[in-house]
């Protein structure tokens, strides 16, 4: 096997590793920490960790530690969280989401960088154009990382399926399940639905384990590398800090102005799904264990329809697949205000968290191509801008699902997506009449680019 493949297939499992643990755990969250809203506000508190760090550390860690050791003490982080949860208290979860979300941006920062300098290097050696290999790279990365929330949450229901009983949910629960559920972000977990503390150590044992393994994996067999165009200490602070002054600057683009809406319902629907779908219809009808098997339904939806949207692309454009996504969530969101969720309807919980599946994967594959054609000369920064108001709907949405019933949350879905749609719309329009139109201002030349965009 050829060096440059061994240390791309390293860093692919390595991150599958890591986030089958990490994946598991965050679809967990609102359902086994419901005390006081303690799990919803952790995962606030991590994409706040998220939102800062994406603006800060990355290139700072990178250039300090250089990409190997910067993805190793990034994984830390994750372990970290990962052992925070068998303490599960504000004292412990809200500290470790905070490092989690601190060493996130810089995880994928170096990842991507690593792969990059890997694909060109590789790319020079035989004698191929650096983007072509670069993206095969990435490709093989994301087939094996995208399995992880496949893996995650069939390791979380197998193990809390070995409960021995499983009561039957009271009719009484379940009025307040779906759409009305207004008490149970703050309620305590009913002891039929919470598995025992038995499982729940054994789980986050298997997760912990899953994380150490990834470090390790990375620490001891993924070779160093180092950027071939080395430069000045003064030329990468002013490289820095004008990258952090572009991400501002670019909002001067009225275009992009419209379109910080895309991420941050990114965050938004992503968030609700996580926090409240999971808990308030899933959890709550048919007992924490199934939650594994309703997420992975999302996941593998997620990545075929990734997958699918990628080729449907070049013959139908980018409208009629937004389009497809906004009325498949529109759909959805309707529908959860309307339906009552009940164990006897097993199948339904399946077809919502694939719908899901279907739509989100519009947002994840279209806003990144849009971006980069948009910002062609501007990347670094249109991506920059992309991830932070990603997080920061991510915050929003994890922050208000404490206190807000779930139905209130569906109208404020409905209600972003329906302005969110409309800006891209009004940005299509200024495209057809200017279809020449530059960006704001030239940057230096990008970096890392629609690569660097990917899901926490």
Not at 57 to 80: D, Q
Not at 182 to 190: I, Q, Y
């Amino acid at each position: 096997m050829e060096r440059s493949l061994k240390n791309v297939l390293v860093v692919s499992f390595g991150f599958l590793l890591l986030f089958t643990a990490y994946g598991g755990l965050q679809s967990l969250q609102s359902s086994l920490y419901r005390e006081e809203g303690l799990g919803v506000t952790a995962l606030s508190t991590l994409y706040g960790g998220v939102l800062l760090s994406s603006m800060f550390l990355p290139p700072l860690l990178i250039k300090k530690f250089g990409c190997k050791w910067t993805i190793v003490v990034s994984m830390c982080c994750y372990v970290a969280f990962s052992l925070g949860n068998f303490y599960a208290s504000w004292y412990t979860l809200i500290p470790t989401s905070i490092l989690l979300g601190l060493g996130a941006a810089p995880l994928w920062s170096a990842q991507c960088t690593y792969l990059t300098i890997m694909g060109n290097t590789e790319a020079k050696n035989v004698g191929k154009v650096g983007r072509d290999v670069v993206n095969q790279y990435f490709g093989i990365f994301f087939l094996i990382f995208q399995s992880s929330g496949v893996w995650g949450n069939l390791i979380s229901s197998l193990v809390f399926g070995q409960t021995p009983t499983q009561e039957a949910i009271p009719e009484e629960q379940l009025l307040s399940c779906g759409a009305s559920d207004c008490l149970m972000a703050t309620a305590p977990t009913n002891s039929t639905q919470r598995p025992s503390q038995t499982l729940i150590y054994t789980l986050l044992g298997i997760y912990t384990g899953s994380g150490v393994l990834a470090v390790l994996l990375i620490a001891l067999f993924l070779e160093p590398i180092k950027d071939a165009q080395q430069k000045s200490e003064g030329e990468k602070k002013s490289s820095f800090w004008s990258t952090l002054l572009s991400t501002f600057k670019l909002l001067r683009d009225k275009r992009l102005r419209l379109l910080v809406l895309l991420p941050m319902y990114s965050g938004f629907e992503q968030a609700f799904l996580a926090g409240d779908y999971t808990r308030s219809y899933t959890t709550c009808a048919l007992g924490i264990h199934f939650v594994g098997y309703v997420m992975i339904c999302f996941s593998a939806t997620n990545s075929l329809c990734s997958v699918l949207y990628g080729r449907l692309s070049q013959y139908t454009g980018r409208k009629a697949l937004y389009g497809l996504g906004a009325v498949t969530h529109l759909s959805c969101i309707v529908a959860l205000l309307l339906w009552k969720p009940h164990p006897d309807q097993l199948a339904v919980f399946f077809v919502f968290s694939g719908l899901w599946g279907v739509a989100d994967a519009v947002w994840q594959t279209q806003n990144n191509v849009l971006y980069g054609v948009l910002f062609e000369k501007n990347k670094e920064a249109a991506f920059a801008n992309y991830r932070l108001w990603e997080a920061l709907g991510f915050v929003i949405a994890f922050g208000y699902s404490t206190f807000l019933c779930v139905y209130i949350k569906l109208y404020i879905l409905l209600g972003v997506l329906s302005l969110t749609m409309l800006a891209y719309g009004i940005v299509e329009y200024l495209e057809a009449k200017n279809p020449g139109r530059p960006v704001v201002a030239e940057q230096t030349k990008p970096t890392e680019e629609a690569e660097t965009e990917t899901v926490m």
